[in-house]
């Protein structure tokens, strides 16, 4: 089994940076795929941003590209999510999934608010 722990939400202004961070535990080396993904009020959960365990893949939802990016932090066993120039319409709680060959995990989620 994988745990997952997401940290590193809040509320931020317009335009403003945030850095989600999901720190992973015990069977880690069964990872294949790890991915973010948020689920607004009233709407479907969505995927955000997903990479192979490699890093050589990565893809991102056409709302974020250009203004997120997924990574992996080896050394610190988290994946993270660098979120910039944040609109109103990222506010959501995002989640921290990942892939093993005997299921996917998830974390509890994080808040993220976007507002003046």
């Known amino acids: 089994q994988v745990q997952l722990v997401e940290s590193g939400g809040g509320l931020v202004q317009p335009g403003g940076s945030l850095r989600l961070s999901c720190a992973t535990s015990?069977?880690?080396?069964?990872?294949?795929?790890m991915s973010w993904y948020r689920q607004a009020p009233g709407k479907e959960r969505e995927l955000v941003a997903t990479m192979h365990r490699s890093g050589t893949f990565k893809d991102y939802a056409d709302s974020v590209k250009g203004r997120f990016t997924i990574s992996r932090d080896n050394a610190k066993m988290t994946v993270d999510l660098q979120m910039n120039s944040l609109k109103p319409e990222d506010t959501a709680v995002y989640y921290c999934?990942?892939?093993?060959?005997?299921?996917?995990?998830w974390g509890q989620g994080t808040q993220v608010t976007v507002s003046s």
């Open positions: 999934t990942v892939n093993t060959p005997t299921g996917d995990y």
């Open positions: 015990g069977s880690t080396f069964d990872i294949h795929g």
